[in-house]
């Protein structure tokens, strides 16, 4: 059975949105154009905002560049960066195929409550990204459940006209930007991208990173 067809309590809106993304782009591989200032709906950890570096990622927990960079890469990257507030590190949701359940990822994540709960959302739905794939209300439900969150509460999230139309709006967003692909990372607004890689490597962007820093 397929993911869309084990997902059908998803509401008919939800649906809807999923499929317009769908339509609007096709997402694989690392590619992207300019990030742009602060936008509705970041979420960030690290430095505050106006902080000297800003690192972007556009990613989807549906897309397995993105799971592996969170695997290989995050972890050093974090301790590096992020937990040294040298840099502030923004996160934004631009859902990839199965589009519908990337969606309700993000929604879910939103309704946990506060940007920590988000994030371990994000990072653990992409640690179980291939049951999210194929049974997603069952993953969800147990990556809710873990944060306090009933069945009911997680239904509600994920079928919310008004969160699903700003989701809309963030994938519109990312797209006028210019991003095609995911992950795509920006440096101070300057696409980092490692040839052949699972997004940026951590050699390349704290290349990019250092020289911001050194900056006067």
């Given at each position: 059975?397929?993911?869309?067809?084990?997902?059908?309590?998803?509401?008919?809106?939800?649906?809807?949105?999923?499929?317009?993304?769908?339509?609007?782009?096709?997402?694989?591989?690392?590619?992207?154009?300019?990030?742009?200032?602060?936008?509705?709906?970041?979420?960030?950890?690290?430095?505050?905002?106006?902080?000297?570096?800003?690192?972007?990622?556009?990613?989807?927990?549906?897309?397995?560049?993105?799971?592996?960079?969170?695997?290989?890469?995050?972890?050093?990257?974090?301790?590096?960066?992020?937990?040294?507030?040298?840099?502030?590190?923004?996160?934004?949701?631009?859902?990839?195929?199965?589009?519908?359940?990337?969606?309700?990822?993000?929604?879910?994540a939103r309704c946990a409550?506060?940007?920590?709960?988000?994030?371990?959302?994000?990072?653990?739905?992409?640690?179980?990204?291939?049951?999210?794939?194929?049974?997603?209300?069952?993953?969800?439900?147990?990556?809710?459940?873990?944060?306090?969150?009933?069945?009911?509460?997680?239904?509600?999230?994920?079928?919310?006209?008004?969160?699903?139309?700003?989701?809309?709006?963030?994938?519109?967003?990312?797209?006028?930007?210019?991003?095609?692909?995911?992950?795509?990372?920006?440096?101070?607004?300057?696409?980092?991208?490692?040839?052949?890689?699972?997004?940026?490597?951590?050699?390349?962007?704290?290349?990019?990173?250092?020289?911001?820093?050194?900056?006067?």
């Open positions: 059975m397929s993911a869309t067809i084990k997902y059908a309590a998803m509401s008919r809106r939800a649906a809807m949105t999923a499929a317009a993304m769908a339509a609007m782009v096709t997402l694989s591989g690392c590619n992207g154009g300019g990030a742009g200032k602060a936008a509705e709906g970041d979420m960030a950890l690290g430095a505050p905002e106006g902080a000297k570096v800003t690192v972007v990622e556009y990613a989807s927990v549906t897309c397995p560049h993105c799971a592996t960079w969170q695997e290989e890469t995050w972890p050093a990257f974090k301790a590096a960066y992020v937990d040294t507030n040298k840099v502030r590190f923004v996160f934004r949701e631009l859902p990839t195929p199965p589009t519908e359940v990337a969606v309700a990822g993000f929604l879910v409550g506060g940007v920590e709960n988000y994030f371990n959302v994000i990072h653990e739905l992409m640690a179980d990204q291939r049951n999210l794939v194929t049974d997603p209300r069952t993953t969800l439900f147990r990556v809710g459940n873990g944060l306090g969150m009933n069945q009911q509460r997680i239904q509600d999230c994920i079928t919310d006209e008004a969160a699903l139309q700003a989701s809309e709006e963030r994938a519109k967003a990312a797209m006028s930007a210019g991003v095609t692909g995911t992950p795509t990372f920006f440096v101070n607004d300057v696409k980092v991208i490692t040839p052949g890689g699972e997004g940026a490597s951590l050699e390349d962007l704290s290349k990019a990173i250092d020289a911001e820093l050194a900056k006067g």
